[in-house]
């Protein structure tokens, strides 16, 4: 148990479906993350939500929609995609934002787009 | 352009030997360095950090070593085990305000019995 759970693990899709990748933590933290890991590639920061407002946007295509309702959720909203979009997509929570709080990530969603 | 690069792919150690991995950096901005572990089909989980005003930190088997000057850390494995095969990533951060981490690209330890 992560504390940590993400849902789909595994997703695919279409380039005109719209889907929602969900995350919950079970850790009382205050910060909430999301991450693409491409292949090859190092994990890149798309997301940051802080107290449930979005601090920081990764100059993230508009395709990609984040939705933080509460403390404990975070979602990534998906449409019309692009096969060049197929990655790993990881959700991370931290106690707070910066201050060296350490990641706990969930364990990811595997996205195909076709 | 890279900012945490882990220029080893890959590393094959056996049993009860010792596992070095090594990542170098390249803004002299960074002050807290921290190394995840991954094992296939999982998230990365949290091994150990260091502050910059640190050169060692210790907790168990694991030790990482900061070299400032030459923006080089390593994180140390002894002794090795097959448990301790996965990929290891190097992560850098700067300022105490934000909590954007600068990853590595990995290294994938194989700990052979």
């Known amino acids: 148990e992560t504390g940590v759970t993400q849902t789909p693990r595994h997703l695919v899709m279409g380039m005109t479906n719209k889907k929602s990748l969900k995350c919950e933590q079970h850790l009382g933290h205050n910060a909430m993350y999301w991450y693409k890991q491409s292949a090859k590639k190092p994990l890149e920061l798309m997301f940051v939500y802080s107290l449930e407002e979005r601090v920081e946007n990764n100059s993230v295509p508009s395709r990609f929609s984040p939705e933080c309702p509460n403390s404990s959720h975070l979602f990534l909203h998906l449409h019309t995609l692009q096969p060049e979009d197929s990655a790993l997509y990881l959700c991370a929570s931290s106690r707070f934002r910066g201050f060296h709080s350490p990641l706990h990530f969930g364990n990811g969603t595997r996205l195909t787009v076709t | 352009d890279q900012q945490v690069k882990q220029n080893s792919p890959s590393l094959s150690v056996q049993e009860g030997r010792i596992s070095i991995l090594n990542c170098d950096y390249t803004n002299s901005m960074f002050d807290y360095f921290l190394w995840y572990k991954k094992y296939p089909a999982e998230g990365p989980t949290f091994l150990i950090s260091?502050?910059?005003?640190?050169d060692k930190n210790e907790d168990g088997r694991f030790t990482v070593f900061l070299n400032k000057s030459a923006k080089h850390l390593s994180l140390h494995i002894v002794p090795s085990q097959p448990g301790d095969s996965a990929v290891y990533f190097c992560a850098a951060l700067s300022g105490g305000a934000t909590n954007k981490l600068i990853f590595g690209t990995g290294t994938l330890l194989a700990v052979q019995p």
């Open positions: 260091i502050s910059s005003i640190k």
